[in-house]
C-alpha cells in the first residue's frame, strides 16, 4: 500500500482507513501506546504505531526509529524479514510517534499465561527451542569482526546501581561483587552481533513453533556482546513461572518451585533442580558453546542480565526487585 507521508498520527490513521486497535499500555512510568493499523478488508495490521506518553517516552520511541534504521540497513537474510521496518514518524501532541510494519504471529507471553502452558515440558521446550533457533540466525548473520568481552555487557552497570541504590544497606558490597563479576567474565570474548537488547517473550511474535517476527527494537546495538539476549531469555521466562500459583503453594508442572518470594522462578532456574533448570541452563550453555565460550560461564552470565535489569529497569520498584534477586543468588542475602 502506498500513501502519501503524513505529518500527524491521525494524519497517517485517515490515509489507512480501515479500523485501529489499541493495545494494552505497559505499566512503566515512561510507558507507550501500540495502536495496530488494519486497511479496509484486512484481516491482520499492516503496520504498528508506537505514541509515547512522556517526554522520557518519546526519547525512546526516537531511539528505537534510530535502531531499527541501522539493523534495517544489515543483511541478516532470512532474519530479516521478521524484524519491524520504519514506515513513517509523524507525530501526536508534539511527541514523535513511530510508524513500523506490523509483525505477523501470536505474542509468546499470550500463550505463555495460557492454562498450564508453563506446567508442560514439552510446550516450554517449543518456547525454547523457537527463540534459540531465531537468536542464532540473528547472530550468525549479524556477526561482525574482531571480537568483544562478555563483560561489556556489564558497562556502566556499577555506576547506574551506585546512583540508584548507593545509599541503601549492601550498596558498597554490592559493587564489590559486580567488580568480582566483571572480572571474572572480562577474559571471555565472542564476534560482536546484533543485539535485540530486550530479548523477552513479550517481544517474540510466533506461530507454529516459529517466531515470525521480534518487536521493541529500542534497545538494539548493531555490534554487542550476544550473551545479553541468550540471558534476557532465560530470566524473563524463568521470572513468570509462578504468577498463576497462590503464594506457599507449589507450582503446577515445577516440583522444586513453590509460589511466594519475588523471583522465585529464576532462583529455581539458575539454582534448582528439574527439567526446567536443566531445559534453561541448556539454552543458555549451548548458545555459548556455539558463540567460542566456556559453557562455564552460563551462571555468570545470568547474574549479569539481573544486575543490568537492577541498573536499567525504568520502574523503581522492578529495578529492586531484581537487585535483591541478584544478591540472594549471590549469597548476600535472604
Request: no cysteine.
Given at each position: 500500500m502506498t500513501i502519501a507521508p503524513p505529518r500527524t498520527l491521525t494524519d497517517f490513521i485517515d490515509q489507512v482507513g480501515g479500523r485501529a486497535a489499541c493495545l494494552a499500555m505497559s505499566r512503566d512510568p515512561n510507558a507507550k501506546v501500540s495502536i495496530l493499523l488494519f486497511p479496509p478488508g484486512a484481516a491482520r495490521p499492516a503496520y504498528a504505531a508506537k505514541v509515547p506518553t512522556t517526554d522520557s517516552a518519546a526519547r525512546s520511541v526516537e531511539r528505537e526509529a534510530e535502531q531499527l534504521a541501522e539493523v534495517g540497513a544489515l543483511d541478516l537474510g532470512p532474519v530479516s524479514a521478521t524484524i519491524p521496518?520504519?514506515?513513517?514518524?509523524?507525530?501526536?501532541?508534539?511527541?514523535?510517534?513511530l510508524v513500523m510494519t506490523a509483525m505477523p504471529g501470536r505474542s509468546m507471553l499470550a500463550a505463555y499465561h495460557s492454562w498450564r502452558h508453563t506446567a508442560r515440558r514439552a510446550t516450554v521446550t517449543a518456547d525454547f527451542a523457537a527463540a534459540a533457533g531465531w537468536l542464532a540466525g540473528l547472530q550468525d548473520a549479524g556477526a561482525g569482526s574482531g571480537s568483544?568481552?562478555?563483560?561489556?555487557?556489564?558497562?556502566?552497570?556499577?555506576?547506574?546501581?551506585?546512583?540508584?541504590?548507593?545509599?541503601?544497606?549492601g550498596a558498597d558490597a554490592d559493587l564489590a561483587g559486580l567488580a568480582d563479576l566483571r572480572e571474572r567474565l572480562t577474559g571471555y570474548r565472542t564476534p560482536p552481533t546484533v543485539v535485540h537488547g530486550d530479548f523477552w517473550l513479550g517481544n517474540l511474535m510466533v506461530q507454529d513453533g516459529r517466531?515470525?517476527?521480534?518487536?521493541?527494537?529500542?534497545?538494539a546495538r548493531t555490534a554487542g556482546p550476544p550473551i545479553r539476549d541468550l540471558a534476557r531469555f532465560v530470566t524473563s521466562y524463568s521470572l513468570y513461572l509462578d504468577r498463576h500459583t497462590r503464594p506457599g503453594h507449589r507450582v503446577s508442572g515445577h516440583p522444586g518451585l513453590r509460589a511466594g518470594r519475588w523471583g522465585a522462578g529464576v532462583e529455581y532456574a539458575i539454582d534448582g533442580a528439574g527439567w526446567y533448570p536443566e531445559l534453561a541452563r541448556a539454552f543458555v550453555m549451548t548458545g555459548l558453546e556455539r558463540l567460542g565460550v566456556p559453557r562455564s560461564c552460563w551462571r555468570d552470565?545470568?547474574?549479569a542480565d539481573l544486575a543490568t535489569i537492577a541498573a536499567t529497569a525504568d520502574h523503581d520498584d522492578f529495578a529492586r526487585n531484581h537487585l535483591r534477586l541478584y544478591r540472594r543468588l549471590t549469597g548476600r542475602d535472604s
Open positions: 521496518k520504519v514506515v513513517a514518524t509523524v507525530e501526536h501532541l508534539g511527541r514523535p510517534v568483544v568481552s562478555l563483560a561489556q555487557v556489564l558497562d556502566g552497570v556499577a555506576d547506574a546501581i551506585s546512583r540508584r541504590f548507593g545509599r541503601e544497606p517466531v515470525l517476527g521480534v518487536i521493541d527494537w529500542e534497545s552470565v545470568l547474574l
